[in-house]
């Protein structure tokens, strides 16, 4: 006889669409701005139902504004310093079930159904390399490492108009 004991669910929400100013680290260069905002752990819980706090994960919410006339390139692999890969992420807030079959002790069996949805999840969510043409917006998240207080990211976009790289350095309050 095999039995399962627990509950494994998965009920994550919607990110906002971009961020604002007022809602997170604001910088503006070259008619270009940046907002991030680092998640604690309650807006972890809210938006992946994951403690990523305890999961040693920093998730930040990224927005990307071009005012300018110019088309920015973006890529996270450029970020400093570089976020984790969302599947590692995802396999970090993994969720098992206990099953008896009959044996002692019971064994931690990974629930495939729920955390393959919870990959897919934490893949929509992620802020995606990027041409960012003149008057459009890029948001998603970057999954760092955990980061301590005074921890900085800096986060570079290249101008393909004419080569220039502009650095928006943000420090986790």
Known sequence: MISFNGCASFNPNKLPGFLVE???????????????????????IRYFDC?????????VFVTISNKSDNTYSFKTSSIIPEGIE??????????????????????????????????????????????????????????FNQINKGGKIIIPLFNKDTGDKILFEFSKD
């Open 22 to 44: 007022g809602e997170g680290n604001v910088i503006k260069k070259s008619s270009v701005s940046v907002v991030t905002k680092f998640l604690n752990c309650d807006e972890s």
């Open 51 to 59: 403690k990523t706090c305890e999961k040693n994960i920093q998730v």
């Open 86 to 143: 969302t599947s590692e992420a995802a396999l970090r807030c993994a969720r098992s079930i206990l099953v008896n079959g009959g044996i002692w002790p019971p064994a931690l069996v990974r629930n495939h159904k729920i955390n393959e949805e919870i990959k897919e999840d934490f893949s929509s969510k992620e802020i995606k390399d990027s041409q960012i043409k003149s008057k459009e917006e890029l948001s998603g998240v970057v999954f």
